[in-house]
């Protein structure tokens, strides 16, 4: 865990893969927004509150491919597993891997 992060350093513009946290102090929901979405990726972000409407709100603002609410992290193999921006490459798991391994095609016959 990290205190008296600024979003500017290495370890928020990095992609870390491992258990960390860095806190950053925000005034409001949408400079939190704006802070978590000034970052080249997006692979997963964590929401902690007990107010479901702002976590919605939150979360469907935020550029991440997935979003956890009060947990960190959670899939699950029916669930898509993929990020926006540079994280990741499409989808795993979920029926969007499906549309990631296969390709729709439209063949027409006239049989008169």
């Given amino acids: ?18 258990p960390v946290l860095s806190m950053i102090e925000f005034a409001d929901h949408e400079v939190a927004i704006e802070i978590a979405n000034d970052s080249p990726y997006g692979l997963m972000a964590g ?10 709100s939150v979360a469907d603002h935020l550029d991440y491919g997935m979003v956890s609410v009060n947990e960190f992290p959670v899939t699950q193999p029916q669930t ?13 798991q979920g029926t969007e891997a499906i549309h990631e391994y296969t390709q729709t095609k439209n063949v027409n016959v006239n049989l008169e």
């Fill in 80 to 92: 898509p597993f993929g990020g926006f921006k540079q994280s990741g490459l499409g989808r795993e």
């Fill in 47 to 56: 929401i902690w509150t007990m107010d479901l409407k702002t976590a919605h």
């Fill in 1 to 18: 865990m990290f205190t008296d992060v600024t979003n500017d350093m290495t370890i928020t513009r990095a992609e870390i893969f491992g």
